[in-house]
């Protein structure tokens, strides 16, 4: 299968679980941890945030309570049904909505503060590529941020029993994901890779 086929077969299946997607998650907690992450992870109110893999919306919305007037989210996904569900739920012109993928950013040079993928990283075909237009569209000293909710194992059992044109998007260990950050010139700040989650923090460039 070519790459062109997998990214397609990936657009059809989750354009085929947007209407199910919020209800597979306790949405309150879900914001709840997100606002907490980002005292954690210092997000500053004026930012503007790349949420690459936006899906139906969830971590734009609890960045929009974040964020102040000067804030800006970036929403990309690959899937225009998930675009869609979001779009129907957050009315708010701090966010540009954009139909792309990781590799190929629909994005200015140093546009953003901060990128953060919830939930989306082991669906990225070529990471190395996609480590690239992070580069690229990150301002000096941006930040990265990995996160999922649940352990390695359990993502990759959820997507091993999936549709095919996910079982093979499997998360490797943080250190070894760290280590390609740290290939690609981003200074790992920290990971995680436990029961409750799988995390990495990054900066573009050294961060003093």
Same mark, same amino acid.
């Given at each position: =299968?070519?790459? /062109?086929?997998?990214?397609?077969?990936?657009?059809? !299946?989750?354009?085929?679980?947007?209407?199910?997607?919020?209800?597979?998650?306790?949405?309150?907690?879900?914001?709840? &941890?997100?606002?907490?992450?980002?005292?954690? *992870?210092?997000?500053?109110?004026?930012? #503007?945030? %790349?949420?690459?893999?936006?899906?139906?919306?969830?971590?734009? +919305?609890? %960045?929009?309570?974040?964020?102040?007037?000067?804030?800006?989210?970036?929403?990309?996904?690959?899937?225009?049904? =998930?675009?869609? &569900?979001? @779009?129907? +739920?957050?009315?708010?012109? &701090?966010?540009?909505?954009?139909?792309?993928?990781?590799? @190929?950013?629909?994005?200015?040079?140093?546009?953003?503060?901060?990128?953060? #993928?919830?939930?989306?990283?082991?669906? !990225?075909?070529?990471?190395?590529?996609?480590?690239?237009?992070?580069? &690229?569209? *990150?301002?000096?000293?941006?930040?990265?941020?990995?996160?999922?909710?649940?352990?390695?194992? /359990?993502?990759?059992?959820?997507?091993?029993?999936?549709?095919?044109?996910?079982?093979?998007?499997?998360?490797?260990?943080?250190?070894?994901?760290?280590?390609?950050?740290?290939?690609?010139?981003?200074?790992?700040?920290?990971?995680?890779?436990?029961?409750?989650?799988?995390? *990495?923090?990054?900066? +573009?460039?050294? #961060?003093?």
């Amino acid at each position: =299968m070519s790459a /062109e086929q997998q990214i397609d077969g990936r657009i059809a !299946f989750f354009d085929s679980i947007a209407d199910a997607w919020d209800g597979w998650h306790d949405l309150p907690l879900l914001e709840a &941890r997100l606002q907490a992450e980002f005292d954690a *992870l210092g997000v500053q109110r004026g930012e #503007c945030v %790349l949420d690459i893999g936006c899906g139906t919306g969830n971590l734009t +919305k609890a %960045l929009l309570s974040r964020l102040d007037s000067a804030g800006r989210v970036f929403a990309v996904d690959i899937s225009p049904v =998930m675009l869609e &569900r979001a @779009q129907n +739920k957050i009315n708010d012109p &701090r966010v540009c909505w954009l139909q792309g993928a990781a590799h @190929q950013l629909p994005l200015a040079d140093g546009s953003c503060d901060r990128i953060i #993928c919830f939930s989306a990283w082991p669906h !990225f075909e070529d990471p190395e590529a996609v480590l690239a237009e992070f580069g &690229r569209v *990150l301002r000096a000293g941006g930040h990265v941020q990995i996160l999922h909710y649940i352990s390695r194992e /359990e993502v990759n059992q959820i997507h091993s029993e999936a549709h095919p044109s996910v079982q093979a998007d499997l998360l490797a260990p943080a250190s070894e994901v760290a280590v390609l950050f740290e290939r690609n010139g981003f200074e790992v700040l920290s990971v995680a890779d436990d029961a409750s989650c799988y995390a *990495l923090n990054a900066c +573009k460039g050294r #961060c003093l």
